[in-house]
């Protein structure tokens, strides 16, 4: 049952993340995200879409760690198992967000082992978040999302 919290957690994080993105980052808080999208009129190939340093759109990672943070501390002290499944979900999500998108995609960390890995749904994965930042129509501009993505990617 607990494990199935924290696969509810993780899932509900995407849904979090993808709307996120869509309504606040390039919405109220687009001077957040801003900086994310900085370098994207001069990239051509993945590799152009280099970071460096810290970005303002880092301070969102922040944001969504309170949660977590406070649903675990929470669930800890009073043994409220539930609590630390679905703080485990979404921390889990956290991780797996940092990885995939900043390391994998924008390869802000330079792990080569990690940035090499490629299969056919990770290949997918990137070409659906390239499409957000160099969008050659307005539906590959719609991509907010980041481990759900539309099924065309696949074959692209
Ligand atoms: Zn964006
Ligand atoms: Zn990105």
Do not use: C, Q
């Not at 990770?122 to 719609?142: G, V």
């Amino acid at each position: 049952m607990n494990i199935i919290l924290l696969i509810i957690s993780f899932l509900f994080m995407e849904f979090i993340a993808w709307s996120n993105h869509k309504y606040v980052m390039h919405g109220f808080l687009w001077k957040w995200h801003k900086d994310h999208h900085i370098n994207d009129k001069n990239s051509f190939t993945v590799d152009d879409l280099e970071f460096s340093g810290f970005e303002k759109n880092d301070l969102f990672f922040l944001i969504y760690a309170l949660p977590a943070i406070i649903l675990l501390l929470i669930g800890f002290k009073y043994n409220f198992y539930s609590f630390i499944f679905i703080g485990s979900g979404i921390t889990l999500y956290g991780f797996t967000y940092f990885f995939v998108h900043d390391i994998i995609i924008h390869k802000r960390i330079k792990i080569r082992y990690f940035m090499n890995i490629r299969n056919r749904y990770l290949n997918a994965l990137i070409n659906a978040h390239l499409a957000h930042h160099r969008p050659k129509s307005s539906e590959d501009f719609k991509n907010f999302g980041l481990l759900l993505f539309p099924k065309r990617f696949f074959s692209e």
